[in-house]
């Protein structure tokens, strides 16, 4: 199975997601990812590039990765070891992202061994950190384009598996496909499975064992081990097991010699644990084996224990309820999950918590011993791209501790998320929980882009066995699609990843703030003034061009002048978010198109048109100005074109004026004799047409003119999302004085046809001189 993503671009700051499901054995045995880019690093010296901007590719289990929710992929990004080839050793994705520096070509190779199966996502940045979400003002730098090729690899045999599908698995599942139990003693069930295994060879065997539900132990232990097996001193017998992937004796999650005592899994997850039995001798049992004395059998026996009726927890008498996953109509919370209970409404997107604690303690005693009540709920598939909301609230002090963990009962020692109280919150390195508004009155954590799966939800709390206490506590546990509402600073977006078969939502972000959800300040008041004042200010250059040609009475050109100065104020007044005249689209429409209008406008001032063709230009200017403004008003080359525009206008009106003087040379008929002369006059009139353009500007202007533009080109390719505020102040202050200058420049309006009369006139009598001596 392979699929191949086409060419995709990355934009400065831009981000995209890709999601990779590996299917269980035998189905998936290797992965591999093929992807070629144009990025160029120099990994001899990367540690000298800024970090935040550095083009990198992540990969994280069940969700999409975020590189800038914490410190910990930023800290531990691999910047070293890595050839230019292959990139391999990826492991332990269940529980952290990593990140990688993009190069221009990286394999990356996956065994069933380093991955385990499930759904994985892979995020490629064009630099992060908490400015990736932050509208910008400006957007340039570096953009890089990829493509990539992934292909995974599965066996063809049902019962062997493995990275080489050289490894025989025996699926002890199988037996008993509709998980039900053997036994069941009182709130406890039993569920056994056996196998005898006799070995002359040194054998390792290898079983599956499929956990359904959330279960209180997995217990593996050996009997009837044959007596010639027993009295050897030297035998023992090794058992690996690992969750959702093969063990051997270095990757594995737990290890014993179930020969002396019985592996214990306590709160194991819930999906497929896979066993390794290996047995050990010294060199005398070899020799026995070799010789035939010694065939060790033993019978291996996996019991799984689990509670009912509602049960869980230590000896099966805490509560455990499984919360519905409802429907609710709203623009952010697509699903609330509550009891199924009748005093719980199904419009209701919370209900009240004490109804359903448990009423039994550790040791059953009173005052305050604690228990534990425990709410399952399953994520669907699809929902990798949301996030998970669980918020208590209270008029009294919370005494509770809220422990989260994927596919297994939590408890103090095993969890993937966990909050106690403000006093003493536990250490959650996981970069996807955060928490919000937390007191000793609320509870308030999202887990962002949680693994589709069940979740278990464990509260431990102290026990009232009085049953005194009233209903004062809401729980309320959603899926949302953007976090603490982007915090009131940024508005809800979503996107598709390239692969096409998920979407994930995301917070866009204001000009003032950043991070995942919005809630990073990246300005402050005191520098969002100054901004302000920069940027709006700085349009009050366009009174310089504005008053000369209003002194010249040139008063189209004056209104475009005061029109664009005003309008670029009052769309970097509503860009910086000081105020908002007209919506932000119509503002920066306006900004763009008068500022484009305003260079052609300067253009076709120094030219010789008559004032029909004046506002014929104009008029034209205007439509194409419009498109462009309208397309894509942002674009670096929009600026370029306009240029073009009007150098192009201003050309073609001394080249009407040349070509209006050449049409009016006349030479008598049979003068062919006389070429020399013609040439002569030729050359003549095209010195006097150069020497009226000369006069016709005053050239200290012109170089005056030509520097500020100069600054103003500096300025442009200067800006960046960072110093955009100053650099875009000076090119206001730039262009508009350029335009003052050039204005200025214009030392005449009388036609050049008056300038060069008397060179006419001078060349008339001569010519006719010249026939008169004929």
């Given at each position: 199975?392979?699929y191949?993503?086409?060419?995709t671009?990355?934009?400065?700051?831009d981000?995209?997601y890709?999601?990779?499901?590996?299917?269980?054995?035998?189905?998936?045995?290797?992965?591999s990812?093929?992807?070629?880019?144009?990025?160029?690093?120099?990994?001899q010296h990367?540690?000298?590039?800024?970090?935040?901007?550095?083009p990198i590719?992540?990969f994280?289990?069940?969700?999409p990765p975020?590189?800038?929710v914490?410190?910990?992929?930023?800290?531990?990004?691999?910047?070293?070891?890595?050839?230019?080839?292959?990139?391999?050793?990826?492991?332990?994705?269940?529980?952290?992202?990593?990140?990688?520096p993009?190069?221009?070509m990286m394999?990356?190779?996956?065994?069933?061994?380093?991955?385990?199966?499930?759904?994985?996502?892979?995020?490629?940045?064009?630099?992060?950190?908490?400015?990736r979400?932050?509208?910008?003002?400006?957007?340039?730098?570096?953009?890089?384009?990829?493509?990539?090729?992934?292909?995974v690899?599965?066996?063809?045999?049902?019962?062997?598996?493995?990275?080489?599908?050289?490894?025989?698995?025996?699926?002890l599942?199988?037996?008993?496909?509709?998980?039900?139990?053997n036994?069941?003693?009182?709130?406890?069930?039993y569920?056994?499975?056996?196998?005898?295994?006799?070995?002359?060879?040194?054998?390792?065997?290898?079983?599956?064992?499929?956990?359904?539900?959330?279960?209180?132990?997995?217990?593996?232990?050996?009997?009837?081990?044959?007596?010639?097996?027993?009295?050897?001193?030297?035998?023992?017998?090794?058992?690996?097991?690992?969750?959702?992937a093969?063990p051997?004796?270095i990757?594995?999650?737990?290890?014993t010699?179930?020969?002396e005592d019985?592996?214990?899994?306590?709160?194991?997850?819930a999906?497929v644990?896979?066993?390794?039995?290996?047995?050990?001798?010294?060199?005398?049992?070899?020799?026995?084996?070799?010789?035939?004395?010694?065939e060790?059998?033993?019978?291996?026996?996996?019991?799984?224990?689990?509670?009912?009726?509602?049960?869980?927890?230590?000896?099966?008498?805490?509560?455990?309820h499984v919360?519905q996953?409802?429907?609710?109509?709203?623009?952010?919370?697509?699903?609330?999950y509550?009891?199924?209970?009748?005093?719980?409404?199904?419009?209701?997107?919370?209900?009240?918590?004490?109804?359903y604690?448990?009423?039994?303690?550790?040791?059953n005693?009173h005052?305050?011993?604690?228990?534990w009540?425990?709410?399952?709920l399953?994520?669907?598939?699809?929902?990798?791209?949301?996030?998970?909301?669980?918020?208590?609230?209270s008029?009294?002090k919370?005494?509770?501790?809220?422990?989260v963990?994927f596919g297994?009962?939590?408890?103090l020692?095993?969890?993937?998320?966990?909050?106690?109280?403000?006093?003493?919150?536990s250490?959650?390195?996981?970069?996807?929980?955060?928490?919000?508004?937390?007191?000793?009155?609320?509870?308030?954590?999202?887990?962002?882009?949680?693994?589709?799966?069940?979740w278990?939800?464990?509260?431990?709390?102290?026990?009232?066995?009085?049953?005194?206490?009233?209903?004062?506590?809401m729980?309320?546990?959603s899926?949302?699609?953007w976090?603490?509402?982007?915090s009131?600073?940024?508005t809800r977006?979503?996107?598709?990843?390239?692969?096409?078969?998920?979407?994930?939502?995301y917070?866009s972000c204001?000009?003032?703030?950043?991070?995942f959800?919005?809630s990073?300040?990246?300005?402050s008041?005191?520098?969002q003034?100054?901004?302000a004042?920069?940027l709006?200010?700085?349009?009050?250059?366009?009174?310089?061009?504005?008053?000369?040609?209003?002194q010249?009475?040139?008063?189209?050109?004056?209104?475009i002048?005061?029109?664009?100065?005003?309008?670029s104020?009052?769309?970097h007044?509503?860009?910086?978010?000081?105020?908002?005249?007209?919506?932000?689209?119509?503002?920066?429409?306006?900004?763009f198109?008068?500022?484009?209008?305003?260079?052609?406008?300067t253009?076709?001032?120094?030219t010789?048109?008559?004032?029909?063709?004046?506002?014929?230009?104009h008029t034209?200017?205007?439509?194409i100005?419009?498109?462009?403004?309208?397309?894509?008003?942002t674009?670096?080359?929009?600026?370029?074109?306009?240029?073009?525009?009007?150098?192009l206008?201003f050309?073609?009106?001394?080249?009407?004026?040349?070509?209006?003087?050449?049409?009016?040379?006349?030479?008598p008929?049979?003068?062919?004799?006389?070429?020399?002369?013609?040439?002569?006059?030729?050359?003549?009139?095209l010195?006097?047409?150069?020497?009226?353009?000369?006069?016709?500007?005053?050239?200290?202007?012109?170089?005056?003119?030509l520097?500020?533009?100069?600054?103003a080109?500096?300025?442009w390719?200067k800006?960046?999302?960072?110093?955009y505020?100053?650099?875009?102040s000076?090119w206001?202050?730039?262009i508009?004085?350029s335009?003052f200058?050039?204005?200025?420049?214009?030392?005449?309006?009388?036609n050049?046809?008056?300038?060069?009369?008397?060179?006419?006139?001078?060349?008339?009598?001569t010519?006719?001189?010249?026939m008169?001596?004929?």
């Open positions: 199975m392979s191949v993503i086409s060419a671009n990355l934009k400065p700051y981000w995209r890709s999601k990779v499901e590996l299917p269980p054995p035998p189905f998936y045995a290797s992965a990812i093929e992807l070629s880019s144009d990025v160029n690093l120099n990994l990367i540690d000298k590039y800024p970090k935040m901007k550095l590719i992540c994280h289990f069940g969700g975020l590189p800038d914490s410190n910990t992929a930023m800290e531990d990004l691999v910047l070293n070891d890595l050839p230019s080839g292959s990139v391999g050793d990826i492991q332990n994705l269940q529980n952290e992202e990593q990140c990688y993009l190069q221009e394999t990356f190779k996956l065994s069933s061994l380093q991955i385990t199966p499930g759904v994985y996502y892979i995020g490629l940045f064009n630099g992060f950190g908490p400015t979400t932050q509208s910008k003002m400006i957007n340039r730098g570096s953009v890089y384009s990829f493509t990539a090729k992934i292909t690899e599965g066996c063809l045999h049902p019962r062997m598996w493995g990275e080489y599908c050289n490894r025989a698995v025996d699926d599942s199988m037996e008993q496909s509709d998980g039900r139990y036994e069941t003693v009182e709130s406890i069930a569920r056994n499975y056996s196998r005898t295994i006799c070995t002359q060879n040194f054998d390792v065997n290898a079983y599956a064992l499929t956990v359904m539900e959330a279960v209180e132990q997995v217990r593996i232990r050996v009997k009837n081990i044959s007596e010639a097996s027993r009295n050897s001193s030297e035998f023992s017998i090794m058992l690996y097991a690992r969750y959702n093969l051997d004796k990757l594995y999650d737990y290890t010699d179930i020969s019985p592996l214990v899994i306590q709160l194991p997850r999906g644990w896979y066993f390794a039995i290996e047995p050990v001798f010294k060199s005398n049992v070899q020799e026995g084996m070799q010789k035939g004395k010694i060790p059998c033993y019978l291996v026996e996996w019991e799984v224990i689990a509670c009912t009726q509602e049960k869980e927890g230590s000896n099966c008498t805490w509560k455990q919360l996953a409802n429907l609710y109509q709203n623009q952010n919370i697509p699903i609330v509550l009891p199924d209970r009748e005093n719980v409404s199904s419009e209701s997107v919370d209900f009240y918590l004490e109804p604690l448990s009423k039994s303690s550790y040791g005693g005052g305050s011993d604690y228990g009540t425990y709410f399952l399953y994520t669907e598939q699809g929902t990798e791209g949301y996030n998970t909301h669980i918020q208590l609230t008029d009294t919370l005494s509770y501790g809220l422990y963990r297994g009962l939590p408890s020692d095993m969890w993937d998320y966990s909050y106690l109280d403000q006093t003493s919150k250490n959650n390195n996981n970069s996807m929980f955060k928490l919000y508004d937390t007191s000793q009155e609320g509870i308030n954590l999202y887990i962002l882009y949680p693994t589709a799966g069940l278990i939800i464990g509260l431990r709390h102290p026990v009232d066995l009085n049953n005194q206490s009233s209903p004062r506590t729980m309320t546990i899926t949302e699609y976090p603490n509402q982007c009131g600073h940024g977006a979503y996107n598709d990843d390239l692969s096409k078969s998920a979407d994930y939502s917070c204001d000009r003032n703030h950043g991070g959800d919005c990073v300040t990246l300005l008041k005191a520098e003034r100054l901004q004042i920069f709006i200010a700085s349009n009050a250059a366009a009174l310089l061009p504005a008053f000369k040609v209003l010249q009475k040139a008063f189209a050109e004056w209104v002048f005061m029109s664009s100065g005003i309008s104020a009052l769309y007044a509503c860009d910086v978010g000081s105020w908002c005249a007209l919506s932000y689209s119509t503002l920066q429409f306006m900004d198109w008068l500022s484009f209008l305003a260079v052609v406008s253009f076709v001032y120094l010789i048109f008559s004032e029909t063709a004046k506002r014929t230009i034209a200017a205007a439509i100005t419009a498109l462009l403004a309208e397309s894509g008003a674009r670096s080359n929009n600026i370029i074109i306009v240029l073009s525009i009007g150098a206008a050309l073609i009106g001394w080249l009407i004026q040349l070509c209006t003087r050449c049409k009016s040379f006349s030479f008929e049979g003068s062919s004799s006389r070429i020399t002369e013609r040439w002569r006059s030729s050359k003549d009139q010195l006097g047409l150069m020497m009226a353009i000369y006069r016709y500007f005053r050239w200290g202007y012109v170089l005056l003119g520097i500020a533009m100069s600054m080109a500096i300025s390719t800006e960046d999302s960072e110093t505020w100053i650099w875009h000076i206001h202050i730039s508009y004085t335009g200058f050039f204005i200025c420049s214009k030392a005449k309006t009388q050049v046809d008056n300038q060069e009369a008397p060179a006419a006139a001078s060349y008339e009598l010519r006719q001189e010249s008169a001596g004929v």
